[in-house]
Structure formats: structure tokens, C-alpha cells
């Protein structure tokens, strides 16, 4: 059965910490991998991965896949309270279904 | 419009009753996707549509789960005999086509089931 799992499932950090956010997937028909921002309701897209080792990064975050061992990180620097939400891992699976992991709750404390 | 709709975006039933979630999706997206997320999960697939016909129904949990979209724009999501475990966030999404790069999520409708 396909699934997508990430760890921490929950993580408490002060602001200016660095946090390492991982993702594991074993799909039978991988496209891509994508991680999002949830502070509400609506998951807000932040990267899609589709190349082993090639660092995509956007302000204070990065993201690099590992296509090999199956997995993906999502790093945040000097993290601010803003940052505070649920991050989802999602894997593309043909034809254009996401399979999510259940998430990491970050909480970025002044 | 300028962003993926959801309506109601709070929705509280008791149990056995119908409801119908709508989705507006951004205009000129062809296809369309509905995800439930459950307290404390990741959003599962629900259902796929591209223009009016739905592509991929396999994430539907039962017959009580129905969901169209007529004219190829709004779609809703009909559950009848609604049950307390229906209680969840429905995300809806819209494509341009470009495939899940593309993805623009609703806020979703919180329904409660009571």
C-alpha cells in the first residue's frame, strides 16, 4: 500500500532554532513530491521535488529529496513564530493524486 | 474568481442528514479535486474531475458519497445519511492542468456531524 510518513509528528522550538522536518514515502508510481504550509485550513504550496539531490530553497527554507532512500527534508533557519503551522509532505501519484502525510505540527515560541 | 471557494465554510448536521458542499474553482481550471481531512490526518483523495466528468473516484468511501460538476466549473458534494466519522475539513483544489504544480487549495468546509 502506497503511504507517506513524517516525522516529528510534533515539534516545539524557540524562535531563531533551526528544524529539520522529515518525509518518507514508498509509492508505486512516483512523480514528484511536494510539501506544503497549513496554518489554517488551506495548505499553501511551498516546494515540488522531482530530482534526487538538487536543493530547492526559498528565504530561511530548503528542501532536498533522496530518490535512493526515499525521502525528503524540509529545513527551516532561524525560525520565527510565523512559521508556526502544519507542514504536509505529499507524493504525486499518477494521475495527478497527492498522497499526504499526516503532517508535523510546528510551534514557534517567542 | 481569484482564488478557490468553498461554501459553507462551517456546516453542523446531526446525524442521518443530507448535505451538499460546494466548490468554485478558479476560473478556466479544467480539472478539480476533492480531498477529506480528518482531525490530526493528512488530506486523503476523495475524488478527481477533469472538465465535467470525474477522471477518478476511487478515494469515494461509499455510495453514500456522490460528487459532480455539470457545467465543468462548480463542482458539490453530496453525502447522504450522514455518520459521526463524516466529520472532517473538505478541501477542494483546482488545476490548470499543469498537474499537482498547479494545485490551488480552498479554504475547505468544516462539517460537524452530530
Known amino acids: 500500500e502506497d503511504k507517506v510518513v513524517q516525522s516529528p509528528l510534533s515539534l516545539v522550538v524557540h524562535e531563531g532554532d533551526t528544524v529539520t522536518l522529515n518525509c518518507s514515502y514508498e509509492v508505486t508510481n512516483f512523480r514528484s513530491l511536494l510539501w506544503y504550509k497549513q496554518e489554517k485550513k488551506a495548505p499553501t504550496f511551498l516546494f515540488m521535488l522531482t530530482s534526487s539531490g538538487i536543493e530547492k530553497k526559498s528565504g530561511r527554507l530548503s528542501s532536498i529529496l533522496d530518490k535512493k532512500e526515499l525521502f525528503s527534508i524540509l529545513n527551516i533557519t532561524a525560525t520565527q513564530t510565523g512559521d508556526s503551522a502544519v507542514y504536509l509532505c505529499?507524493?504525486?501519484?499518477?494521475?495527478?493524486?497527492?498522497?499526504f502525510g499526516t503532517g508535523t505540527r510546528l510551534q514557534v515560541f517567542p | 474568481g481569484a482564488g478557490v471557494s468553498q461554501t459553507p465554510s462551517n456546516k453542523v448536521t446531526e446525524k442521518g442528514k443530507y448535505v451538499e458542499l460546494r466548490c468554485d474553482p478558479i476560473?478556466?481550471?479544467?480539472?478539480l479535486y476533492w480531498y477529506r481531512q480528518s482531525l490530526g490526518q493528512g488530506p486523503e483523495f476523495l475524488i478527481y474531475?477533469?472538465?465535467?466528468?470525474?477522471?477518478?473516484d476511487s478515494g469515494l468511501p461509499n455510495d453514500r458519497f456522490f460528487a459532480v460538476r455539470p457545467e465543468g466549473s462548480v463542482s458539490t458534494l453530496k453525502i447522504q445519511r450522514t455518520e459521526r466519522g463524516d466529520s472532517a475539513v473538505y478541501l477542494c483544489?483546482?488545476?490548470?492542468?499543469?498537474?499537482?504544480?498547479?494545485?490551488?487549495f480552498g479554504s475547505g468546509t468544516r462539517l460537524t456531524v452530530v
Open positions: 476560473s478556466g481550471h479544467t480539472a
Open positions: 474531475f477533469q472538465g465535467t466528468g470525474a477522471a477518478d
Open positions: 505529499a507524493v504525486d501519484e499518477t494521475p495527478d493524486k497527492l498522497i
Open positions: 483544489a483546482s488545476s490548470s492542468g499543469q498537474g499537482v504544480y498547479g494545485y490551488t
